[in-house]
């Protein structure tokens, strides 16, 4: 059975762009085997537009490196989520298994007056 680490606080409402929450991110330091990541996107305002990028660093977050982009366009409801799942061959250039490494999500674009629930984890 995977074990599963959030890498959002639960389900976020995102109305600005910006990292969500956990900000920190989720340490992948020891992660060396197989593994997914997983966003699921709850709901999107209808008509309205978002870029959900997830990144990895190894110092803090001074230097983020975008590995994968999403972007999605609402009506997103959560009789219809939207999941997107990458796994380890998919992002190989990943800082998972290196020292102080960290992946977070992060909504790079979302318009104005829009509302954006998701949800992001890691399967190892």
């Not at 910006?18 to 699921?40: R, W």
């Not at 998919?90 to 999500?105: D, E, I, M, Y």
């Not at 979302?110 to 890691?122: M, N, T, V």
């Amino acid at each position: 059975m995977a074990t599963l680490t959030d890498l959002t606080t639960s389900v976020q409402t995102v109305t600005s762009s910006g990292a969500v929450a956990a900000t920190a991110g989720v340490d992948v330091s020891a992660v060396t085997g197989d593994y997914s990541v997983v966003v699921e996107v709850v709901s999107l305002t209808a008509s309205k537009t978002a870029r959900i990028q997830l990144e990895d660093t190894t110092n803090g977050w001074t230097t983020a490196t975008a590995l994968d982009v999403i972007n999605v366009t609402g009506t997103i409801d959560s009789r219809y989520d939207e999941r997107f799942t990458k796994r380890k061959y998919q992002l190989p250039n990943s800082q998972a298994g290196v020292t102080n490494g960290k992946f977070r999500v992060n909504v790079t674009a979302i318009d104005s007056a829009a509302s954006l629930q998701l949800h992001a984890w890691l399967e190892t």
